[in-house]
Each structure stands twice: as C-alpha cells, then as structure tokens.
C-alpha cells in the first residue's frame, strides 16, 4: 500500500498549559527529566530520552496521580518516540491512555485531537486503517465543533482519510476529502510540501481513472510543479504522473504537450535504470506514437527500432510484445516510402506463427 505517513506530534508546549511555570528554584524533578528529555528527543537521542521520560512519569504518577493530565502529555511523548523508533507495541498503548486521560479534559480539547491523531496515524502506518479510520473520524469532528474545521490539523486528518478510502477503492469518498485538504492547504503559506503533492497525485489518479481528464489534468500540473521546484521528479509517482498527464494530451490530440513530458520520462529512466531496461522500451514506444501520431516518421522510426531491440533482447524474438512492436515499425517504415523493409519485417512477423 502506497500511502504517505504523517508524523506524529510530540507535545512539548502543553506541560505549561497543564503543570504551569516553574522558577528555576521551584521546578520538581519530574521537571527536570521532561527537559532533559525534550531535548533529547529533539536531537534523536532516544534511549537517553527514554530514560527521563520515564522517570519523568514515575514521578509525575505520584506527584500527581496517574490519570493526571500532565502524565498523559508525557505519555504522549514517549509513545511519540517509540513510534519513531518503529516501536509500534510499545507505542499504542501509551497513546491510548493519553487519549483516555485527555477525553476527560473538556476544557483541553486540542490535546484530545492530537491523541486521536497520533493513534490515527500508528495505526495507518502499519495498516491497520479499520482502526485508523473512526479515529480520524472523530478527529475531524472535534475540530469541526470547535471551530477548526478550515485548521492545517483539519486538512491533515482529511487527506490521511482520504488515503485510507483511495486505498480501499472508495474513490467517491476520498475525491472530495482530497479536495477540502487542498482547498485548506492552498491558504496556508506553510503547508506541508509532500501531503500537498500527495493529494494532488491522489486525486488526479482519481479522476484520471473516472475518465474525467478535464478535472485530472490541473490536479497533475500542480503535483508536478512542486515536484520540479524540489527536485523530487524522479520519484516512482512523478514519473507515473509524467506518463499519465501525457496520455491526456495525447488523448486530446495535443501532442506537442505530450512529447516533452515523455522525452523527460525516458531521460530519467534511462539514467535510473539503463538503456536496456523493458521500462525504458515501453517509454521509447509511447514517444514513438506520439511523434506517429504528428506524422514525423522520422523520428519515430529509430524509436520504434530501438523498442523492437531492447524488447527482443529482454523477452526473445518471439516474444508477443516484440511482434507487436515490429509491426509498428513496418508502418513507420511504410509511411517514409520504405515498403520493402517493410514488408521484410511483416514476413518475420508471420513466420513466427503467434496468434495476437
């Protein structure tokens, strides 16, 4: 399954709101571990992060009771850090009690919605999205309550179901979640880069697939712009978006837009998988259709050559896929006048007695 991951949110700012400031001379111990904690998490130190957090809650727990909202924020932590950590048994069970504990605190209904999350998301990074889904859920329905509804943890929790219903085939549910992430995100200066792209793609597949290449084209256009001002089109979902914006044009008989496009697929396929690789035929075969498709012959014709080579050395001569493209490139050559060459690759077609 081919879906993004959203990190989850440590909480370090909620200690004060929910223990409250401490002069140097006052701070506790448990204080003193939650920084030092703090900052080794931040720097990825984590089995020294660990420790204090530990520690830290052990004294928070007898300082303050163990259903206390101060030992949930550093529950939340810890749990934040094994998930880090690729720790997911150790993890959801820390989220859950900080979610128990947050849901009886109606006056801090933000930190309920960071729990919901980040349990949300441990459980769609492993998967497990029938338990991610009412969570993201419920999310979205206390932030629609109290007023957070247009929030960036809004449109976060939007695309991240959106993923979950695109991923179960419920396209007709995720396109319009999509679309009010994006429409969020496309106000905020700040949003997230890679769940901005991520949702383009997503709903310009889902369009694409729906036939409605009027709505999928700008969806594609702009995925591929933030992906060119990163320097990220090399990336498997680039690249399929560079072929599947391709095949719009083509489709609407707009082939100068699509040579470019297929011309920029080939070049980084060539340099990520060699000249020889039946990825890079399949490219050199749609940019010989194109420049078919506008009567250049010429330039079609090596292209369709080339296909025909890397194929055959890949499947064998007789392999259906290297009849199939010969047979392109004895039109070609009829085209250019050359209809002896022609008819000499029709006979190899023949003799090789496959049944298309």
Known sequence: MNIKRIAPVAIFSAYFLVSGVYTPAQRPGWHTDLTTAMAAQQHSEYSAAQASYLNAIDAQEKTFGADSPQVAVSLNNLAVLY??????????????????????QSDQPALTVSALNNLATLYHDEDMDASAEPLYTRELEILQTTGKASSADAAEALASLADIFHAQGKDAAAAPLYARALAIWQEDTNAPTSETVNAFYKLGDIYHSQSKNDEAEPMYSRALAIWENTNSLESAQAIATLDNLADIYRAKGEYAKAQPLLTKVLAIKENKLGPDHLDVAASVNKLALIYYCEGQYDAAEPLYRRAVEIRAKNLGPKDPAVLQTMELYAAVLRQEGRKQDARNIELQVSSANVTF
């Open 83 to 104: 998930q880090d950590e690729h720790k997911y048994a150790q993890a959801e069970p820390l989220y859950k009690r900080a979610l128990a504990i947050w849901e009886k």
